[in-house]
């Protein structure tokens, strides 16, 4: 994609939930080596994944974000043990039931990122703009609710 | 076997421990409702039909935890909530007097079909009724899949569908309210501090309202379709809850709440559960 | 003026087509069992029957969901902006007799000092054509409260839909200005039509006696049937959205950034919260307190203030509770206590 | 078209003090800096942070001394939480004033006697000061006011201005003393028993949380206080403050508009309920 080109895609609003104990520390190696990131993110420090509850994503999603990211440790590395075992169930169900109204099934992601890996971070950042670019803005945007305090 | 129900639930008011005998009486416009009877006078009132829809185990968190006991009188899909309820320390076993009715399907309000709530229905197993109305098993005849469900429709079909459905929705709290899983004191929906939901009338804070209802009702809801009937607007809430029971069924082998004494499937989980988030992007 | 005239069936599009070059036209509209009044034209059809819409007529006047104004706040400037309720004129088709007497219920709390604006605008601007109502639903007991169903006091034009003909009277200024608007459709009925209409008699239960309840409601207060009805009550708010009389509402705010806005929206006596405050206090804790509330202000607390009973008798209450609870039941029971 | 009548009108705050450690006050003028509003002493307006509510709040500044309005708000909700966040110059929403206020007239040529606790003495400082700049037209005016702890009474700054107004007597009390204190110790039930004030000719306002005021009712009409001249401020949660939105009413009084204050003799005849 030339340059050019990319400057007329639609640059999505990205909200994303990292945990302190890998992903953001992920984010900080991908800082420290200088790798490029979009400026579409909004990051969220969590102390687990399984701190995120699934309100927080139906909200933000449901209000017209234009999509959800959660990052954990890889399972069997969660800081608390066993967290983000939890997360990985409620994802699921949680993907289960955008399909259940066929919609946001894109628009909601979750990976697991070390704290080591500040590549595949900024990789899956990248990736993650690029495909909701494709997608477009959520068509709940338009019909927004309110963000209050 | 009105007799007889009549005849459990004196003997029941008897008891000097009775607190009240929870059943079903004659409502407005030929309906039924539930029946609070306190009186060994007041068993006449009682009655037992097809038309019992709903799933009076819902009023036990409202009783104080306490010594007297309560008689209560339930149908397969109600003693699988009650089981829950006592799972979930909102409700101890030794405070109820638990009626079985053998029921072998509700009626369809004002037609001469089985309600489409009763098919898929599973009685729960090894449960200890305290007395019964006749043997206490699933009935035969209603595993079909005849109703209605979301499986067959497109994505853009489901939008579609919910976008109309979710437009009826009066907000009224019905579907909430008459829920036996909803026995939190204080409901994350009505919390101010934060505010989740507005009471704007869009789709998007309908679509947040009856997300969160599904998503706590994971692994929790028996099917009864109590929602469904207490919805004013006939909103098709009963679908949403299938569709994903029917996920946790193919996902992790969980049959449903109340089927046997485990837990809900989010608050346990498997080293090897399925991953679908380790890869990239596909 | 107060003369029966004529429609054909076939001319009903057109005569609405008619009607919408100067008003914006609403209806009730039946998808699946589903009848709501919306505005014309949309996908459904015009429903022209006596089952009830769902949600009253109070809709168009004390909205779901109504802006109240819009802000801007920028350090120390400010701009707020009032919203405008309505910016044409409506007329409503075949709204039903006890809706429209819930208005005048609502017309004590909204156009009583000091008087609600948009309220007030929505009132003058609407025009309502009734449906002549036998009112036989088997919920119905209009005529306990003194409405007559086939004539509504409060009315703009009367609609009658007898034998193969739609018929039209007006009965105020407003609804001469309508059915001068459809002239062209309108001519004279015949003999026959005349004796039919006339023969329409209303239907409904007469025999609620709510003349009986007494208004003191020191003597209610204390009454068992609050903890009997509590046990039973789920505390969801159906009643209280569906109710016609109904108008309790909320004020909310909403903000992106510097700008926002605050809208009224229906509330519910039966919510937990409607009371409490924020130190935590709720003067009505308990279903009993609240499920006391909502009958007692119906029946003795609106009586005292405005003399009239808050209860149009429409019985949708009791026949779309989960639980079978109705006015028309604990009315009978109030006034069989007073012996 | 009628005045819009849920829409406030911006107005800015040009201070705020502290007056305890959860309570501050807020001197709050129109938009120009002036403030031509009209109210009676126990009145209350709505005040509005935009973006996150209203909530209503009693006006705890006298009418004599006009230019601007004063409330004394204690951080306990959304709003007030709020409303505890802004700062001097920054802009907030009133509306009213609402309600009745207090019998001012029938006030006048009587004794007073004002019993507040805690952030109680907010709606009884309007009248106090109002009474003071007018203190011909009174007789002897007592106060006593009482909180928890020396650090949680309102207003100290003008014990003395009151102190030393003529014919004019302050007692304070508190449950708890801390180091520094001197006054009286105890409850103010307890302390007003003490004081014996006779009833003749004497009203009596009091204001305070539930729970003191359900004593002090009770002990002023063991000392013979008739209910006719016992007056209180309720407090129950309003929106619209203008009888409409359905939620303060008490039977079919209506709080933000038959009160905010009531005397004890028509509270007698409320369904308890508040």
């Known amino acids: 994609m030339s340059s050019e080109n990319k400057s007329k895609a639609y640059q999505p609003k990205i909200l994303v939930f990292a945990c302190n104990w890998c992903s953001y520390a992920g984010a900080d190696m991908a800082g420290v080596s200088r790798l490029q990131m979009p400026p579409n993110c909004r990051v969220i420090r969590v102390m687990c994944s399984a701190r995120v509850r699934p ?79 494709r997608l477009g803005p959520n068509p709940l945007g338009k019909d927004h609710g309110r963000f209050t305090p | 076997m009105e007799d007889l129900l009549r005849k459990l639930a004196n003997e029941f008011l008897q008891r000097p421990d009775a607190e009240c005998f929870i059943g079903y009486e004659e409502g407005p416009n030929g309906s039924v409702r539930p029946a609070f009877i306190r009186r060994p006078e007041d068993i006449h009132r009682l009655v037992w039909n097809q038309k019992c829809y709903p799933n009076l185990t819902a009023y036990l968190p409202d009783f104080p935890k306490q010594k007297r006991v309560i008689g209560i009188t339930v149908k397969g899909c109600d003693a699988r909530a009650l089981r829950e309820l006592i799972r979930a320390h909102q409700v101890e076993r030794h405070s ?67 976008k109309l459905e979710f437009e009826k929705c009066i907000r009224c709290d019905a579907c909430r309210k008459i829920c036996y899983a909803c026995f939190c004191p204080e409901c994350i929906l009505d919390s101010t501090q934060p505010r989740w939901l507005s009471r704007r009338q869009n789709l998007g804070e309908k679509l947040f309202f009856h997300s969160v209802r599904a998503l706590h009702l994971v692994g929790r809801c028996i099917g009864c379709g109590e929602c469904e009937r207490a919805c004013p607007a006939g909103v098709r809430l009963m679908l949403l809850n299938r569709y994903l029971q029917k996920q946790l069924e193919d996902l992790f082998g969980y049959r449903g709440a109340g089927i046997l004494e485990d837990a809900p499937p989010l608050l346990t989980f498997l080293r090897d559960d399925p991953d679908p988030f380790t890869g990239g992007f596909e | 003026m107060m003369s029966w005239q004529r429609m ?43 089952t009830k819409p769902l949600l009253p007529l109070k809709m168009l006047f004390l909205p779901e969901v109504e802006d109240l104004f819009s802000f801007t706040i920028k350090g120390s400037t400010s701009d707020i902006i009032p919203a405008e309720p309505l910016t044409r004129e409506r007329v409503v088709f075949g709204v039903l007799g006890c809706d429209i007497a819930a208005l005048e219920i609502l017309d004590h709390v909204f156009l009583g000092e000091p008087v609600d604006g948009s309220y007030n605008k929505r009132r003058e601007q609407t025009t309502l054509i009734a449906i002549a109502c036998t009112g036989d639903g088997a919920e119905c007991f209009c005529t306990s409260l003194g409405i007559n169903p086939l004539e509504p006091v409060g009315a703009d034009v009367l609609f009658a839909d007898v034998g193969n003909g739609y018929f039209f009277k007006a009965l105020s200024q407003k609804g001469k200005r309508m059915t001068e608007t459809l002239r062209a459709f309108l001519k004279k009925p015949s003999e026959k039509e005349l004796t039919d209409l006339s023969a329409l008699v209303p239907g409904t239960r007469g025999d609620i006696s709510v003349d009986r309840v007494p208004k003191d409601s020191d003597r209610l207060w204390n009454l068992p049937i609050w903890e009997d009805l509590a046990r039973r009550c789920l505390g969801c708010g159906v009643c209280t959205v569906i109710c016609p009389t109904c108008h309790c509402f909320d004020l909310e705010d909403e903000r992106r950034g510097s700008s926002g806005k605050r809208f009224r929206s229906w509330d519910s006596c039966m919510n937990t919260s409607f009371t409490k405050m924020a130190s935590g206090e709720n003067p009505r804790p308990t279903k009993r307190e609240r499920i006391r509330q909502r009958f007692l202000h119906k029946l003795s607390y609106y009586p005292i203030k405005h003399g009239l009973v808050a209860c149009v008798g429409c019985g949708r209450c009791s026949a779309r509770c989960p639980v079978g609870i109705g006015i028309d039941e604990i009315i009978v029971e109030l006034a069989e206590m007073e012996g | 078209m009628k005045e819009p009548l849920l829409v406030p009108v911006p107005a800015k705050i040009e201070s705020i003090r502290t007056l305890t450690k959860d309570t501050l006050l807020f001197k709050v003028t129109e938009m120009n800096g002036n403030s031509t509003f009209i109210y009676n002493p126990g009145q209350f307006m709505e005040l509005s942070v935009f973006g996150v509510g209203e909530s209503p709040i009693s006006i705890t500044s006298a009418p004599t001394r006009p230019g601007f309005l004063e409330f004394a708000i204690r951080e306990v909700g959304s709003v007030t939480g709020a409303l505890h966040n802004l700062e001097a110059g920054d ?184």
């Open chain 3, 8 to 50: 054909d069936r076939s001319d009903l599009p057109a005569a609405i087509s008619v009607l919408q070059e100067k008003w914006d036209v609403f209806a009730p509209v039946k998808r699946g069992t589903d009848i709501r009044i919306r505005q014309q034209p949309t996908d459904g059809k015009i429903f022209l029957g006596q």
């Open chain 2, 96 to 162: 109820v007097y638990v009626v079985g009715l053998p029921c072998t399907g509700l009626k369809t309000p004002g037609e001469d079909r089985i309600a489409e709530r009763c098919f898929g229905c599973v009685f729960p197993e090894a449960f200890q009724y305290d007395a019964a109305l006749g043997p206490m098993k699933t009935p035969d005849g209603l595993a079909r899949t005849e109703y209605e469900t979301l499986d067959n429709l497109s994505n853009k079909e489901r939008r579609e569908f919910w």
């Open chain 1, 55 to 133: 309100e927080m994503i139906l909200s933000a999603l449901f209000k017209g974000i234009d999509a959800v990211l959660v990052l954990g440790c890889h399972p069997g590395d969660c800081h608390y043990s066993e967290g983000n075992y939890y997360t990985r169930r409620r994802g699921i169900i949680l993907k289960k039931l955008f399909d259940a109204f066929g919609m946001m099934q894109e628009r909601f992601q979750i990976r697991w990122i070390s704290a080591a890996e500040g590549v595949r971070f900024s990789e899956t950042i990248r990736e993650m703009v690029e495909r909701v670019a």
């Open chain 4, 91 to 274: 802009i907030i929403g009133i509306r009213g004033p609402f309600g009745n206020g207090f019998p001012i007239e029938e006030m006048k040529g009587k004794n007073i006697f004002f019993i507040a606790g805690g952030i109680g003495l907010a709606p009884l400082r309007g009248l106090i000061n109002y009474m003071l700049d007018n203190r011909k037209e009174f007789g002897e005016i007592d106060i006593l006011y009482g909180a928890r702890t020396p650090e949680l009474l309102c207003f100290s700054d003008e014990f003395e201005t009151w102190k030393k107004a003529p014919r004019t007597h302050l007692h304070l009390t508190v449950d708890t003393e801390s180091p520094g204190w001197n006054g009286h110790i105890g409850l103010v039930p307890v302390l007003l028993k003490e004081l014996a004030l006779p009833p003749e000719d004497r009203i009596a306002i009091a204001c305070g949380p539930p729970v003191m005021i359900k004593f002090t009712l009770a002990v002023l009409t063991a000392m013979g206080y008739p209910g006719e001249r016992i007056m209180t401020t309720l407090e129950l949660k309003m929106k619209c403050g203008v009888g409409k939105c359905g939620r303060c009413n008490i039977g079919s009084t209506f709080v933000c508009t038959d009160g905010p204050v009531f005397r004890f003799s028509e509270l007698k005849e409320l369904p308890q309920e508040y």
